[in-house]
T-cell receptor, first 109, second 116 residues
């Protein structure tokens, strides 16, 4: 499974944008970039995924570098409910998710 | 919004006992999964299930583990003889409504298994 590298933790102020980086220098052409998050005491929750183009949904935006070796999850306005562990995962189409340690996001009021 | 439900939320058992963890996936989903998370550690893949058979399993999923879809709505994980190291939060997930890809997984809230 291709590896991703994420910062251990990040901190943000409430109502401000958050940019969560992910490096995946060994990504292959068939790997999709997935983001999940895990709120305290809950199961992982799908956030967004993409292949080459930037993606937007109601939860977040995903910006993918042109060479696909890195990506950034963007939360446009962080709220206290966004405090969670965020996982960047490379997935070959249809294959299982392999979770890393993720980034712990703390949101300050 | 439809959700994956898991029961019980907490299960305490004695070492060597059998446990069955139950899950009701989202009703029209076709792919089913079990993951587990030992306290303070990563979420680990156990098994995936499609078309009434296991499609992939991890090294963790040894002969002590089995999965079953006994009817059209439930998906179960059985541990035949529990060990202390089986203590973890177990997450069920489902994906892939007909006509959709199986890329977006929906997870339940988990069953906390404590083996004493």
């Amino acid at each position: 499974d291709a590896k991703t590298t994420q910062p251990n933790s990040m901190e943000s102020n409430e109502e401000e944008p958050v940019h969560l980086p992910c490096n995946h220098s060994t990504i292959s052409g068939t790997d999709y970039i997935h983001w999940y998050r895990q709120l305290p005491s809950q199961g992982p929750e799908y956030v967004i995924h993409g292949l080459t183009s930037n993606v937007n949904n109601r939860m977040a935006s995903l910006a993918i570098a042109e060479d696909r070796k890195s990506s950034t999850l963007i939360l446009h306005r962080a709220t206290l409910r966004d405090a969670a562990v965020y996982y960047c995962i490379l997935v070959i189409y249809g294959n299982k998710l392999v979770f890393g340690a993720g980034t712990i996001l703390r949101v300050k009021s | 919004e439809p959700e994956v439900t898991q029961t019980p939320s907490h299960q305490v058992t004695q070492m060597g006992q059998e446990v069955i963890l139950r899950c009701v996936p989202i009703s029209n989903h076709l792919y089913f999964y079990w993951y587990r998370q030992i306290l303070g550690q990563k979420v680990e893949f156990l098994v995936s299930f499609y078309n009434n058979e296991i499609s992939e399993k991890s090294e963790i999923f040894d002969d002590q583990f089995s999965v079953e879809r006994p009817d059209g709505s439930n998906f179960t994980l059985k541990i035949r003889s529990t060990k202390l190291e089986d203590s973890a939060m177990y997450f069920c997930a489902s994906s892939g409504a007909p006509g959709q890809t199986n890329e977006k997984l929906f997870f339940g809230s988990g069953t906390q298994l404590s083996v004493l």
